[in-house]
């Protein structure tokens, strides 16, 4: 049974592929104010409409795990943005021809891509204060992404990109 276990737990830490995660801030932000939230209502997230309600289900979730409540008249509002592109292809297999004779020589190489095209996926995070101070706090994510992934597992993707967010929100300042 350990074994199994173990076998579980090396498949899921390998097939979790890495988020990066960058934010940038306000100077002088009091995060301390920030208590509730609320996304806008028009909100575009540039996901499809089933992984924008996965995103914002595990988003709520973490919030309120933070001790934070979502508002009619909120703190400040959530806006999310992403994007995919295709990531250039390192791996390649060279198939070369040539040929000498009579001191002569050519050739001819051809690089083959090795694999399937891999598709990266940002996504930025904005809090924006509409009655103070504007856009406050904003992380960007930089992910793998699988067109093809199970429902299941794009949940698992983007709850991993919510929870590296949210451990950088609010800032630990240094007293």
Known sequence: MKSINIV???????????VYVSTDFEKGTDFSKYK??????EIETGLSELDTKRLL???EKQLQL????IAETPDFYINIVSKEYPV???STVGVGVGGTGNNVGGGVSIGIPVGQAKITRQILFEFID??????FWQA???SSYNPN???EKREAILQNIVEKVLKKYPLKTKE
């Open 149 to 151: 992934a199970t429902p």
């Open 88 to 90: 250039e292809q390192k």
């Open 57 to 59: 289900n595990v988003l």
């Open 36 to 41: 509730t939230y609320n996304y806008y209502s």
């Open 8 to 18: 579980v737990l090396v498949v899921l830490f390998t097939s979790c592929a890495p």
């Open 66 to 69: 933070q001790g934070m409540d």
């Open 140 to 142: 960007e994510t930089e």
């Open 130 to 135: 509409e009655n103070g101070i504007g856009l």
